[in-house]
């Protein structure tokens, strides 16, 4: 009774302690009318449609005003038969030039820039570079777009005009613009306070000001449900599915509901977010048994952007409870606790399906990274657990006040040039040339992976131009993310002592593996390609597409990557112990306990069942082998080089010539004979790496006795006899739990069946890893008939309540209706990815 009130006093205090963060906005049900609300179509002399909204000329209308000394209105070359779009023209600016808006209501306002990069005659718009300021504030800084781009911001207007002026970047460079958009937003859009800033200091801070901050959309979500475009939405906005941005896809599930949502004066209205967003969220996967009760569901968002101040927006809207007061969860931003015990019912008071919004202010992550996770509340009590999600909006705050001086500079220099000569023309000569070696050394290869922005269109497949975007919209799930991982060559010579050759630490068909360390002090592994090496740029684009979007603790991960002349470099996290190999066997090796054996084990078949079934679903590494485990300081294993894979042509050449020595003795036998590579080849690789953890011996050892050279086969043999605590490595002799042994050497057996169908996945893999290492710590302790019944059938381990099923009826099950679609899919993201020699 006491706990009980104490909870409703804690939750009292929670939710008082909180009030700021809801937000009034009252509910429209007529379709939103901006007082302000220009649609600009810039270099075109006629009206043009986009999703049925109507942009006018921009030389043309009264309340525009445009001044440019040197603008040119421009024509794509393969203008569209039906109705014109402003993608096809474009105003082009040679020098500053600028449009002036007259603005009936002052407050926040949306203003969008469409770019669509389209070659004439004259120009290659992907070639601009131009600075892009709204009343003098900086908004786009050295921008430049190769693919079909929407850039949006939301700005307070204090006077009752907005100027946009378009900058050149230097002289010889050029801006342009196919579009503008310029309205209203609704009545508190964007409120001063209450929105609540996450640290770590635990600390209740509110941010204040909100709506002077200049905001640029980076992503906008439409948690469990489907792409929404401007024709769905109130404000003209695109909402993308969430599903790439889940960190472990099986941990949430899709719920959607056909009633319309309830608004309510007091939480979020239709502008806030269309139907549509609130009548789908994620919940809880409670039939995943791996999970156990109690999880998180976890989204990365890649924002581009390393330590940068975000809005970050949730929207709830409960459509998962069938009556008041049944759903409690926690949400955190950033893994901090961002909203504790959170009630929808009380703060929608005390109706259901209505929606709620809450703001938070939060930094990205080194990697650029804003993490949302949504989980259970212990106050869930006996109620069913859950959590859910229905919306994400991530907005950066823009504070590009450093090249703004520069601008500044700019102009006074050529003040004083006109003043004193001279010396000012060395000073532009110098310029000049700094500018050209900059141009030089940044672009000019069209690279389709650079698309920047949050949501390109390619709702227009009519024109040219918007084709070279689809491309990159379709085979790049993480275009949002990757962007932020370039890193310039200078630094990777920094980092390598210039390559130095006492700093390498590996080579393979890629090229040389450097130790580094970046200026942060972060020590890197650098893989340098070999220039002219067969490996080509779209492989290598692939590479980072891939990689850029896996994020996990057992994986290896990409901290960046260069690319510029004719320089390929892959920069991963730096792994202190080393590969697992030279700590199984070799002459300086310190040996490891079962403890530390299975606990690396167990870290890279979660590694490798991440691949297989995490966000990055339906990856195969394709070269499991104890080399490409690699272990940090802590003795932590991280799979290595999972996106490097071979296939397509190359598998053939690879066969017959050197690559396959190397992996000869993990190759899946079912290789040969379907020519066809599955997640189930991986985990026959994965058996080999058991056996050879458990015996400290090479998967081929030419110089050993006939029987013994390959150890697959030769471990096979003695764990039929039951007796394979004969091979096992010396060391480990005395040590080991009979038990643990017994179910280890059973699954290293599953592991390493003839046919991938009679192969556990790596899931379960997994469990009877962990199962393994229970016994060790434990298991000597339990009763004879105790131990010999969990064999077969494996009691609860304490982080889980729910006993998953028996391995091999899960397996069945999955081989059934998941091996034609993801052969598919894992065959068309590794068309691309290939190299032709191992590693
Ligand atoms: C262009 O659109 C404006 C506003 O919708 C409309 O008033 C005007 O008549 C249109 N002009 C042409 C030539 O269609
Ligand atoms: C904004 O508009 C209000 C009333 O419309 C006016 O009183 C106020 O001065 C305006 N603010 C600015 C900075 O122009
Ligand atoms: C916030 O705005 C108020 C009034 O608009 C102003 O007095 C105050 O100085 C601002 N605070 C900050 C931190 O900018
Ligand atoms: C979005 O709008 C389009 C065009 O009006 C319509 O076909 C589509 O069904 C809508 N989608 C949703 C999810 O409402
Ligand atoms: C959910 O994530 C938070 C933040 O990372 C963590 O503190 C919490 O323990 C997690 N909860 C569960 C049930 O895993």
């Known amino acids: 009774?006491?706990?009980?009130?104490?909870?409703?006093?804690?939750?009292?205090?929670?939710?008082?302690?909180?009030?700021?963060?809801?937000?009034?906005?009252?509910?429209?049900?007529?379709?939103?009318?901006?007082?302000?609300?220009?649609?600009?179509?810039?270099?075109?002399?006629?009206?043009?449609?986009?999703?049925?909204?109507?942009?006018?000329?921009?030389?043309?209308?009264?309340?525009?005003?445009?001044?440019?000394?040197?603008?040119?209105?421009?024509?794509?070359?393969?203008?569209?038969?039906?109705?014109?779009?402003?993608?096809?023209?474009?105003?082009?600016?040679?020098?500053?030039?600028?449009?002036?808006?007259?603005?009936?209501?002052?407050?926040?306002?949306?203003?969008?820039?469409?770019?669509?990069?389209?070659?004439?005659?004259?120009?290659?718009?992907?070639?601009?570079?131009?600075?892009?300021?709204?009343?003098?504030?900086?908004?786009?800084?050295?921008?430049?777009?190769?693919?079909?781009?929407?850039?949006?911001?939301?700005?307070?207007?204090?006077?009752?005009?907005?100027?946009?002026?378009?900058?050149?970047?230097?002289?010889?460079?050029?801006?342009?613009?196919?579009?503008?958009?310029?309205?209203?937003?609704?009545?508190?859009?964007?409120?001063?306070?209450?929105?609540?800033?996450?640290?770590?200091?635990?600390?209740?801070?509110?941010?204040?000001?909100?709506?002077?901050?200049?905001?640029?959309?980076?992503?906008?979500?439409?948690?469990?449900?489907?792409?929404?475009?401007?024709?769905?939405?109130?404000?003209?906005?695109?909402?993308?599915?969430?599903?790439?941005?889940?960190?472990?896809?099986?941990?949430?599930?899709?719920?959607?509901?056909?009633?319309?949502?309830?608004?309510?004066?007091?939480?979020?209205?239709?502008?806030?977010?269309?139907?549509?967003?609130?009548?789908?969220?994620?919940?809880?996967?409670?039939?995943?048994?791996?999970?156990?009760?109690?999880?998180?569901?976890?989204?990365?968002?890649?924002?581009?952007?390393?330590?940068?101040?975000?809005?970050?927006?949730?929207?709830?809207?409960?459509?998962?409870?069938?009556?008041?007061?049944?759903?409690?969860?926690?949400?955190?931003?950033?893994?901090?606790?961002?909203?504790?015990?959170?009630?929808?019912?009380?703060?929608?008071?005390?109706?259901?399906?209505?929606?709620?919004?809450?703001?938070?202010?939060?930094?990205?992550?080194?990697?650029?990274?804003?993490?949302?996770?949504?989980?259970?509340?212990?106050?869930?009590?006996?109620?069913?657990?859950?959590?859910?999600?229905?919306?994400?909006?991530?907005?950066k705050m823009v504070h590009l006040t450093v090249s703004e001086t520069g601008e500044k500079n700019k102009k006074i220099w050529i003040v004083v040039g006109s003043v004193v000569g001279g010396f000012v023309l060395l000073c532009l000569v110098a310029l000049a040339v700094l500018v050209l070696f900059k141009c030089r050394k940044k672009k000019p290869k069209p690279r389709p992976a650079d698309s920047v922005g949050w949501t390109p269109l390619r709702a227009y497949g009519c024109s040219s131009h918007s084709k070279m975007s689809e491309g990159t919209v379709n085979a790049s799930p993480g275009q949002n993310g990757y962007h932020r991982l370039k890193i310039p060559f200078t630094d990777l010579q920094t980092a390598t002592n210039n390559f130095d050759k006492n700093l390498i630490i590996g080579s393979g068909g890629f090229g040389m593996v450097y130790k580094g360390v970046l200026r942060d002090n972060t020590k890197v592994a650098v893989k340098r390609g070999v220039p002219g090496s067969r490996q080509g740029l779209p492989e290598f684009q692939t590479e980072i597409t891939v990689l850029s979007k896996i994020r996990h603790r057992h994986l290896v991960s990409l901290v960046g990557y260069c690319e510029e002349q004719s320089e390929m470099i892959l920069v991963y996290e730096y792994m202190e112990k080393g590969p697992l190999k030279k700590h199984l066997y070799g002459p300086d090796r310190t040996p490891l306990s079962w403890k530390q054996r299975l606990e690396i084990c167990i870290g890279a078949a979660r590694g490798l069942h991440y691949l297989h079934t995490g966000s990055a679903e339906g990856i195969i590494h394709r070269d499991i082998k104890s080399t490409n485990i690699l272990l940090d300081e802590n003795y932590v294993s991280k799979v290595a080089d999972f996106g490097l894979s071979r296939s397509g042509p190359c598998l053939d050449e690879t066969h017959v010539s050197t690559g396959v020595k190397g992996s000869f003795g993990y190759l899946d036998p079912e290789y040969f004979r379907r020519q066809q590579l599955t997640d189930k080849s991986d985990v026959y690789s994965f058996g080999v790496v058991l056996f050879e953890v458990l015996c400290a011996r090479t998967a081929v050892d030419p110089l050993l006795a006939r029987e013994q050279v390959n150890l697959a086969e030769w471990a096979m043999q003695w764990q039929k006899k039951g007796m394979l605590e004969h091979i096992i490595d010396p060391q480990l002799i005395g040590k080991i739990n009979l038990d643990s042994l017994k179910k280890f050497g059973e699954t290293a057996e599953k592991c390493l069946a003839d046919y991938g169908v009679d192969r556990p996945s790596m899931g379960d893999v997994l469990w009877n890893l962990e199962y393994a290492l229970q016994l060790q710590e434990s298991g000597s302790g339990l009763p004879r008939e105790q131990r010999e019944d969990s064999n077969t059938n494996p009691p609860a381990l304490p982080t889980r309540t729910i006993v998953p099923q028996a391995p091999s009826s899960h397996v069945r099950e999955k081989e059934v209706d998941g091996n034609a679609s993801s052969d598919l899919r894992t065959s068309q993201v590794f068309s691309q990815l290939m190299t032709n020699e191992g590693r």
Not at 50 to 67: C, E, G, I, M, T
Not at 194 to 199: E, H, K, M, Q
């Open 1 to 395: 009774m006491e706990a009980h009130q104490e909870a409703i006093h804690f939750l009292c205090v929670t939710v008082t302690l909180l009030c700021p963060l809801l937000h009034f906005s009252s509910p429209s049900l007529a379709s939103f009318i901006p007082t302000d609300n220009y649609l600009i179509n810039c270099g075109s002399p006629t009206n043009a449609s986009l999703y049925n909204r109507f942009f006018v000329p921009d030389a043309s209308s009264k309340s525009v005003s445009f001044s440019a000394d040197n603008s040119i209105s421009l024509k794509s070359k393969t203008p569209p038969q039906d109705s014109p779009s402003p993608y096809d023209t474009a105003r082009v600016f040679t020098s500053d030039g600028s449009y002036k808006l007259n603005i009936k209501r002052n407050g926040t306002h949306l203003v969008r820039f469409h770019f669509s990069p389209f070659e004439s005659d004259n120009f290659k718009l992907a070639s601009a570079k131009f600075g892009v300021l709204a009343n003098g504030l900086l908004l786009l800084q050295d921008f430049s777009t190769q693919v079909v781009v929407l850039k949006e911001f939301i700005v307070k207007v204090d006077g009752d005009v907005i100027e946009i002026e378009f900058r050149p970047v230097g002289d010889k460079n050029f801006g342009f613009v196919n579009a503008i958009e310029v309205f209203s937003a609704p009545e508190d859009f964007i409120v001063d306070d209450g929105a609540r800033v996450i640290s770590g200091s635990g600390s209740i801070e509110e941010f204040r000001n909100l709506s002077s901050e200049i905001l640029e959309t980076i992503l906008r979500i439409n948690v469990g449900g489907s792409e929404l475009t401007p024709f769905n939405d109130t404000l003209w906005r695109t909402w993308v599915p969430d599903d790439e941005f889940l960190v472990l896809k099986s941990a949430a599930k899709r719920v959607a509901t056909t009633h319309p949502p309830n608004y309510q004066k007091g939480g979020a209205s239709r502008e806030i977010g269309p139907d549509n967003v609130y009548m789908t969220a994620q919940e809880m996967n409670r039939d995943n048994a791996m999970l156990g009760a109690r999880f998180n569901i976890t989204w990365d968002f890649p924002v581009g952007s390393h330590g940068n101040r975000h809005l970050v927006r949730l929207h709830f809207c409960d459509i998962v409870s069938p009556s008041l007061n049944q759903l409690y969860f926690n949400v955190f931003i950033n893994d901090y606790s961002a909203y504790k015990d959170l009630d929808l019912s009380s703060i929608t008071f005390h109706s259901l399906a209505s929606p709620v919004y809450m703001d938070f202010v939060a930094d990205s992550d080194d990697a650029g990274v804003v993490r949302v996770s949504v989980g259970p509340s212990e106050l869930s009590g006996s109620l069913k657990v859950n959590a859910i999600l229905n919306g994400v909006e991530i907005m």
